[in-house]
């Protein structure tokens, strides 16, 4: 059919309706191949249709030229482009001309990117000039350089929020100062406290700053990218903010994540509105990048429906969890196994005997260390990849542990162990309940031959039934405290103390 779309094309018969069918036509690269075969060089008929009086034959046209990626096509695209008066097919053009080199065309782009931006275009038109900044910033920023703005406000004291585990925020809320910090739901809001104390701290899952903006009403996208994206007097707002905490001038990348009870179908476009308003109210100030952006603007609902702004900055190296080059899929996060050592911190013994029967790739045992420091420290497991990337772990975190590729019920070992810290096996597809609650009862009667008098289990556990009903079973066990982890699958870490 590609054959005889192309000739009534040439004919001048429904050229209109003949593009758009020789264009769906074009579905891979095997009929795009087929077509170009077909032409022989030969794009006269396709380039006449650039002057078309039908925008949408110039359309259709300017995108079939674009598929053949002749580099002799060049010119005759970017000089129609620049004449091109209808704004809905403008963007068409620099989609056709993308995959070429136009790097002789890129000061131009440049030039009109710039005048775009202060472009104040009728409510009808602006959709089609924000596609065409799109595609514009996309072309020039793949010629262009961008490394991350320094972030250079180590020893300021930012108004931050730190997201922490919902039900432990006290942990990381004890980490400062009295009348430094307020406790929220599901973090902590830190004030007057210098950003290089801020980042060591290891139980926070995120780092946010708010965004003082006036109000948001989810009704409308354009007006909160406006709000947000307008010059302003306010130190907290997001550009006076962003400037404040780095070197050098704009523009800053960046995207828009929204968390809220909107539905997944209509987030995408609901986002796009946010992050044209926002890129046109700030005059190029703020650029919105799908890949390589510094920062991320994220709109949280509020019980009102409006949203409340954060800035997450990815200009900030987080360094704490660095050593974790490797994982497997059953890993513990680095920062719940942070937050169990936090939480048990009182009962860990320095320069103790420390072993984890389930370790994984080191991530508990090298938390463990870092809270507080131990003498002899091993790891246990019989998936030997595991502790082949616990190895790893633990030398670049400076960790010396003794790795173990061996089952924890027929491990000996000379002298008994001070404390047992360990992230217990979980339920999973491959592993049933019955056999977890197996495993959960053999693991007790078998860590006393490992265990000194008085010896300490710090156990992080999503089966806590498993451990009360051990603990019942065993008196020889006592619970010395519980932590709940998670409220929605009773994720808990028990603290229990050996007799003997």
């Known amino acids: ?80 482009y620049q004449k091109e008066t209808t704004r809905f097919i403008r963007a068409d053009y620099l989609k056709a001309m993308e995959h070429m080199d136009y790097t002789p065309y890129l000061g131009a782009l440049q030039e009109r990117l710039q005048e775009l931006r202060s472009v104040q275009a009728a409510p009808e038109e602006q959709k089609h000039v924000a596609e065409e ?38 942990v990381t809320a004890r980490k400062f100062p009295s009348g430094c910090c307020r406790r929220l739901k599901g973090g902590v809001r830190v004030n007057g406290v210098p950003m290089r104390e801020i980042l060591p701290i290891r139980t926070y899952t995120e780092l946010l700053f708010p965004i003082e903006a006036e109000a948001l009403p989810q009704s409308d996208p ?17 550009t006076k903010r962003m400037q404040r905490m780095h070197s050098g001038a704009g523009p800053y990348r960046f995207r828009i994540e929204l968390k809220g009870r909107m539905e997944a179908s209509k987030k995408g476009a609901y986002i796009r509105k946010v992050s044209d308003a926002l890129e046109r109210a700030s005059k190029g100030m703020w650029i919105n990048s799908a890949t390589d952006y510094e920062a991320e603007v994220r709109l949280l609902e509020r019980k009102d429906g409006g949203f409340t702004p954060f800035l997450k900055l990815y200009t900030i190296k987080d360094k704490r969890f660095s050593y974790r080059k490797e994982f497997v899929a059953s890993s513990i996060a680095p920062v719940n196994a942070a937050l169990t050592a936090e939480l048990a911190v ?11 029967p ?8 090298i938390e463990r260390n870092k809270a507080v420091k131990a003498k002899e420290i091993y790891g246990l497991d019989i998936f030997g990849e595991a502790i ?111 007799l003997g």
């Open 1 to 80: 059919m590609i054959r005889e779309y192309y000739e009534a094309i040439c004919k001048g018969v429904d050229v209109r309706a003949n593009l758009i069918a020789l264009r769906s036509a074009l579905k891979d690269e095997k009929e795009v191949r087929a077509f170009a075969y077909l032409l022989g060089g030969d794009f006269s008929v396709l380039g006449d249709l650039l002057a078309h009086e039908d925008p949408k034959v110039r359309k259709n046209a300017a995108i079939l030229l674009g598929k053949m990626e002749s580099e002799d096509l060049l010119p005759l695209l970017f000089e129609t």
């Open 133 to 170: 900044i799109r595609m514009l910033q996309a072309m020039v920023l793949k010629h262009q350089k961008l490394e991350l703005h320094p972030f250079t406000a180590l020893d300021q004291a930012e108004d931050v929020i730190l997201v922490t585990n919902k039900e432990q925020s006290a």
């Open 222 to 238: 354009e007006l909160i990218g406006r709000r947000l994206g307008e010059e302003s007097e306010q130190e907290g707002s997001l």
């Open 346 to 356: 009182k009962y860990l013994k320095e320069d103790g005997q420390i072993l984890d």
């Open 358 to 365: 389930f370790c994984g790739v080191g991530t508990m045992l």
């Open 388 to 498: 082949e990337k616990a190895r790893v772990n633990a030398q670049r975190a400076g960790c010396r542990i003794q790795f173990i590729n061996r089952d924890f019920f027929t491990f000996e070992h000379a002298y008994l162990f001070d404390e047992i810290i360990s992230d217990l096996p979980q339920v999973t597809q491959a592993k049933p309940k019955q056999e977890i609650h197996e495993l959960y009862l053999e693991f007790f009667r078998k860590a006393p031959q490992h265990l000194k008098e008085n010896a300490v289990l710090i156990l992080y556990v999503t089966e806590p039934q498993f451990v009360a009903e051990a603990v019942r079973r065993h008196p020889e066990y006592r619970v010395e405290e519980t932590f709940l982890i998670n409220e929605k699958n009773r994720t808990t870490v028990y603290v229990l103390r050996y």
